[in-house]
């Protein structure tokens, strides 16, 4: 039964990877990706169900896994060894100076872990760009609608997780293969799997049960247990955006924008309003090509 359940709940799983890849194009022939194992149920999931991609796949391309060292104890670090192992994916745990960073520079036991996220991050990307591999993280569909509400209610812009991004710097580009993949499949999976799952060992520990991402999470089910559709509807939101219907100048302009009645029309703008225009830059741009605004 045990294993009827594990061979339908991960090929639902690698049909929304593949579907993901052919769409955004992550993963490519002969391509090295580095997957960053934190211990938790997302990373081991990642790397079990890229191994299984892997075989496959109609092409080659290659996997490894890292860890950040942060405190590891030796047991887990052998469990963590051994998943791997079984996985046939070439691991090793890195030693870093993460703990003794946060203790110098970081004062607010809040920031602690922001910071260890920071850290952490740029030390994979400095990793992934001296192997030349693709920086793979684990994140899943209720992260990225996580985010996405977080950063409308907390920082007022629309921004959530992308499937794939190139480092501001272009040294790295990160991909996200599970980024279709609901939370509680992937904890299912994880558990059919065995995996190794540890907590995380951060100097706070990530006690985030009352943070701004658990908040949103309870928000979220709840709204799912009133209307099943809300997570599905989220997540195609990120890839349904509509430029015309916000209010971004940087993405649709607006100040173009003209009835077709009022291109050439004569009384459209009158002479002296069109002489400031053209005399001073701070009235704004004068009469142009017409654009689209969608009605709906």
Same mark, same amino acid.
């Given at each position: 039964?045990?294993?009827?359940?594990?061979?339908?709940?991960?090929?639902?799983?690698?049909?929304?990877?593949?579907?993901?890849?052919?769409?955004?194009?992550?993963?490519?022939?002969?391509?090295?990706?580095?997957?960053?194992i934190?211990g938790?149920?997302?990373?081991?999931?990642?790397?079990?169900?890229?191994?299984?991609?892997?075989?496959?796949?109609?092409?080659?391309?290659?996997?490894e896994?890292?860890?950040?060292?942060?405190?590891?104890?030796?047991?887990?670090g052998?469990?963590?060894?051994?998943?791997m192992d079984?996985?046939?994916?070439?691991?090793?745990i890195?030693?870093t100076?993460?703990?003794?960073?946060i203790?110098?520079?970081?004062?607010?036991?809040?920031?602690?872990?922001? &910071?260890? %996220?920071?850290?952490?991050?740029?030390? *994979?990307? !400095?990793? #992934?760009?001296?192997?030349? $591999?693709? /920086?793979v993280?684990?994140?899943?569909?209720?992260?990225?609608?996580?985010?996405?509400?977080m950063?409308?209610?907390?920082?007022?812009?629309?921004?959530?997780?992308?499937?794939?991004?190139?480092?501001?710097d272009?040294?790295?580009?990160?991909?996200?293969p599970?980024?279709?993949?609901?939370?509680?499949?992937?904890?299912?999976?994880?558990?059919?799997?065995?995996?190794?799952v540890?907590?995380?060992l951060?100097?706070?520990?990530?006690?985030?049960?009352?943070?701004?991402?658990?908040?949103?999470?309870r928000?979220i089910?709840?709204?799912?247990?009133?209307?099943?559709?809300?997570?599905?509807?989220?997540l195609? &939101?990120t %890839?349904?955006?509509?430029?015309?219907? *916000?209010? !971004?100048? #940087?993405l649709?302009?607006? $100040?173009? /924008?003209?009835?077709d009645?009022e291109?050439?029309?004569?009384?459209?703008?009158?002479?002296?309003?069109?002489?400031?225009?053209?005399?001073?830059?701070?009235?704004g741009?004068?009469?142009?090509?017409?654009?689209?605004?969608?009605?709906?």
């Amino acid at each position: 039964m045990k294993n009827h359940e594990l061979h339908h709940l991960e090929k639902h799983l690698l049909r929304h990877i593949g579907q993901l890849n052919r769409e955004y194009n992550l993963i490519r022939p002969g391509d090295r990706l580095l997957i960053g194992i934190s211990g938790g149920k997302d990373s081991l999931s990642c790397a079990a169900l890229l191994r299984a991609l892997q075989k496959r796949a109609p092409f080659v391309f290659h996997l490894e896994g890292v860890t950040l060292d942060t405190g590891i104890p030796a047991d887990v670090g052998e469990r963590l060894h051994a998943y791997m192992d079984s996985l046939e994916i070439p691991y090793e745990i890195r030693a870093t100076n993460i703990n003794s960073t946060i203790e110098k520079v970081v004062t607010d036991p809040k920031q602690i872990c922001t &910071a260890c %996220a920071r850290f952490r991050r740029g030390i *994979l990307y !400095d990793l #992934a760009f001296e192997k030349r $591999a693709l /920086l793979v993280l684990g994140h899943h569909a209720d992260d990225s609608m996580e985010t996405l509400l977080m950063n409308v209610f907390f920082t007022g812009k629309l921004q959530a997780m992308p499937p794939v991004l190139v480092s501001d710097d272009r040294r790295n580009r990160l991909i996200r293969p599970m980024i279709t993949c609901r939370e509680a499949a992937i904890r299912r999976y994880s558990q059919l799997i065995e995996a190794p799952v540890t907590r995380c060992l951060c100097l706070a520990g990530c006690d985030l049960s009352n943070g701004q991402r658990a908040r949103t999470k309870r928000l979220i089910a709840a709204m799912e247990a009133e209307y099943p559709d809300t997570g599905r509807h989220l997540l195609a &939101a990120t %890839a349904n955006c509509k430029p015309s219907n *916000l209010m !971004d100048a #940087a993405l649709w302009d607006f $100040a173009h /924008l003209r009835a077709d009645w009022e291109v050439g029309h004569p009384d459209a703008v009158k002479p002296a309003v069109r002489a400031k225009w053209n005399g001073d830059a701070a009235f704004g741009p004068g009469p142009a090509a017409s654009g689209q605004e969608s009605d709906d």
